[in-house]
């Protein structure tokens, strides 16, 4: 009968195989000096007794996988996927990675986390524990899930946030949000609007208040009102829709909309239409992200670009400079993004007249 998998040592794998300690040590490293018959006989003990190997000595060992482990939301993947809508959010993610590793001998492994679960820590762990990653990538909003980040620093196993200004020892990414929701807010008021709202996404999301705060800073600036203009929704298409509704269908309805991303955004274009208002006739609109599917409805979007692919490329260098010892830049690494201009803004006043 099969210990307890918490009571099995290296000792006792040692004892099951016949080997020493140091060759067990070798097989669980994956060293090179072990001959294969040998390696076969320690992991039929390490199968045998369901032996796990401590994340801590492992990397005590100094060993590298040269695997780079990237994590995204469970849930929120698993419904892009289904909704086959056209985000391609987690395409550019690994495309970035994954060259990027190629070119420096690495790979990249992609995993799926729940953000609510309880049992955040212990799914985590047991990924760690097979796959011994020489980095993680942190996607949001797990970049500032303390959980994970207290998992990683316990076992000094380095870490990247994409989307996250905290630094705490780790690497951070972003990717300007503050500023290019400040940006596509001017670029509205350059066109003549004075009454924008933002949709603003979850606020378990640092990057949907970064966006939200970006908006709201601009209009200040310009001294043009925020009041009653920001609704939020979670990044699905339904919940922007909702937004989309309350803000339409004010007395004093706003000439323009950013939202924080393009689901959010076809929402609003859908409300709009179904409401009897052009786009952008009767209302400008923006969106976040610029997958692809914005080229292709009617209007195209104007869209922030997020550089996603770059960042995360950038993830894995940072990582990897991290590994080797190597000296890092100043934290948060920003990676801007860019105004994607199309069909979907205008400016009110010219359309006022010709309406």
């Known amino acids: 009968m099969a210990r307890r998998r918490q009571s099995v040592t290296i ?5 099951d195989a016949g080997v020493s300690l140091q060759t067990v040590s070798r097989v669980i490293n994956n060293e090179a000096n072990v001959r294969p018959e040998m390696k076969e006989r320690v992991q039929a ?14 990397r005590m060992s100094g060993s590298r996988s040269y695997i780079i482990l990237a994590l995204n939301d469970r849930e929120r993947t698993i419904e892009a996927w289904n909704a086959r809508e056209g985000s391609d959010w987690v395409d550019q993610m690994l495309m970035g990675g ?4 190629a070119e420096h001998g690495y790979r990249l492994l992609f995993e799926l986390v729940d953000t609510h679960d309880d049992n955040i820590q212990r799914e985590l762990k047991a990924t760690i524990a097979a796959i ?19 998992l990683l620093d316990k076992f000094k196993i380095p870490y990247a946030r994409i989307g996250s200004r905290a630094n705490g020892g780790s690497i951070s990414l972003t ?3 503050s500023r290019m929701a400040a940006t596509a807010t001017r670029y509205l008021i350059d066109k003549g609007h004075e009454r924008i709202a933002m949709i603003a996404g979850p606020e378990e999301y640092a990057v949907s208040n970064r966006r939200k705060m970006g908006w709201k800073d601009a209009m200040q600036e310009a001294g043009l009102p925020t009041e009653g203009l ?13 937004a989309a509704r309350s803000l339409l269908q004010k007395s004093s309805r706003p000439t323009a ?18 409401l009897g208002l052009r786009v952008p006739g009767d209302v400008s609109l923006i969106s976040f992200d610029n997958s692809p599917v914005v080229r292709f409805i009617q209007p195209a979007l104007t869209a922030i670009d997020q550089p996603v692919a770059e960042t995360v490329g950038r993830a894995v260098e940072l990582l990897i400079a991290k590994q080797r ?14 105004l994607i201009e199309r069909e979907s803004v205008a400016s009110p006043a010219k359309l006022r007249l010709h309406g």
Not at 11 to 15: G, I, W
């Open 45 to 58: 003990s390490i199968d045998k007794l369901g032996y796990v190997p401590s994340i801590a000595a492992q």
């Open 230 to 242: 920001c609704e939020r929704g979670d990044f699905s298409f339904a919940s922007g829709e909702r």
């Open 98 to 101: 994954m060259l990027k590793c």
């Open 325 to 338: 010892g190597e000296e890092l830049p100043e934290m948060p690494v920003v990676i801007e993004g860019k």
């Open 11 to 15: 000792k006792h794998v040692a004892a």
């Open 132 to 150: 011994q990653p020489d980095g993680v990538i942190l996607t949001p909003p797990h970049s500032d899930n303390q959980l994970i980040t207290d």
């Open 257 to 274: 909309i950013i939202a924080s991303n393009d689901q959010m955004a076809m929402a609003t274009n859908s409300v709009a239409h179904s």
């Open 175 to 177: 990717m300007a949000d």
